[in-house]
């Protein structure tokens, strides 16, 4: 069963600063991987995916994830973040082609506060 | 972007009671998936609906239902409430392609809260 940790529940920061957001999946096929944010009362809004080609994808918005098939992880980073990114941040996998169902398997979640 | 819309946004009700969400897109996306998200938590998947049937669950008894319909609209049914099934439940929309990956996209929400 595919599983998804997000080593952090909050992460607090300053305006301007780097973020990185970890998150870690296990799976024993291949798979699809996917940032999504969450503003409050909100629902969820796709920021960034990986489905195939180059492991580094990045948003429009100046954030960026590196897909990394040996330490099977895919964590989020923003070089200067700002006030505006407080959120949450989901990290979610699906199955590759093998799978026949789309099912998103989610973490927990890591509040990002960004402070003045 | 996907004009994925839900109704009600909120929804109280008492246990034991039984409730219809609803999701609608603009567009023709032809798969909708629902979840679960309690508070605190990431989403969790109910099921999915392919071309309006039944195309995967998660872990939910029975009493999780759901319909979509030619038009490509959904609705999750959910019976006798309990206390635990307070949360915010999500539709994602998606269009399946032959061997590809279908991009979900989310509603706002409902928020349910049973009493």
């Known amino acids: 069963a595919q599983s998804v940790t997000q080593l952090d529940s909050q992460v607090p920061v300053f305006e301007e600063a780097p973020v990185e957001l970890r998150c870690n999946y296990s799976?024993?096929?291949?798979?699809?991987l996917f940032w999504y944010v969450q503003y409050p009362n909100q629902g969820l809004q796709l920021l960034l995916k990986?489905?195939?080609?180059?492991?580094l994808v990045e948003s429009i918005n100046g954030f960026e994830a590196e897909f990394n098939k040996s330490q099977t992880s895919f964590h989020l980073r923003k070089p200067s973040v700002h006030i505006s990114d407080t959120a949450e941040y989901f990290c979610?996998?699906?199955?590759?082609?093998?799978?026949?169902?789309?099912?998103?398997?989610f973490g927990k979640g890591t509040k990002l506060t960004v402070n003045p | 972007e996907t004009g994925v819309t839900q109704s009600p946004t909120h929804l109280i009700k008492t246990r034991g009671q039984q409730v219809t969400l609803r999701c609608s897109s603009q567009s023709g996306h032809n798969t909708v998936s629902w979840y679960q998200q309690a508070l605190g938590q990431g989403p969790q998947f109910i099921f999915q609906?392919?071309?309006?049937?039944?195309?995967g669950r998660g872990n939910f008894p029975p009493r999780f239902s759901g319909l979509q319909f030619p038009n490509y609209s959904s609705e999750l049914n959910v019976n006798a409430l309990e206390l635990d099934d307070s949360a915010l439940y999500l539709c994602a929309v998606s269009y399946r392609l032959a061997g590809g990956p279908g991009t979900q996209y989310f509603g706002p929400g409902t928020r349910l809260t049973v009493l």
């Open positions: 990986y489905l195939s080609g180059s492991t």
């Open positions: 799976s024993s096929v291949s798979v699809y």
């Open positions: 609906y392919y071309r309006e049937e039944e195309n």
């Open positions: 979610a996998v699906r199955m590759g082609p093998e799978g026949g169902s789309e099912k998103l398997v």
